[in-house]
């Protein structure tokens, strides 16, 4: 299983970006589909993640009311539309996957899949 994420870049403070985790290879149970961020000297958070089957989600307190995570089950794919992006949003974010396991969990150990990451530079 291959997770691809995309849709970082650099934006300055208050603007929006909308970033995809893709799923593709074998058929695998993704019951749970979570990002994570890695800012620069910081050891990896959770940040939003959401049940695949009833699209319920779980938000770190620092994005909640700025990021929205999403699913579609057509295009296997999750979204994260961040808007009103602070510096201190600036990390590498990585998509993931839980195999088995029904909750979103907030730790990374939980998840079996990992993403490339990709880079969201937020300037003051």
């Known amino acids: 299983v291959q997770l691809q994420a995309s849709g970082g870049g650099l934006v300055q403070a208050g603007g929006s970006l909308r970033l995809s985790c893709t799923a593709s290879?074998?058929?695998?149970?993704?019951?749970?589909v979570a990002w994570f961020r890695q800012g620069p000297g910081k050891e990896r958070e959770f940040v939003a993640g959401i049940r695949w089957s009833s699209g319920a989600t779980l938000y770190q307190d620092s994005v909640k009311g700025r990021f929205t995570m999403s699913r579609d089950n057509a295009k296997n794919s999750v979204y994260l539309q961040m808007n009103s992006l602070k510096p201190e949003d600036t990390a590498v974010y990585y998509c993931?996957?839980?195999?088995?396991?029904?909750?979103?969990?907030?730790?990374?150990?939980?998840?079996?899949?990992w993403g490339q990451g990709t880079q969201v530079t937020v300037s003051s």
């Open positions: 993931a996957a839980r195999k088995y396991g029904a909750a979103v969990t907030t730790t990374s150990p939980s998840y079996d899949y």
């Open positions: 290879g074998p058929t695998v149970s993704r019951n749970v």
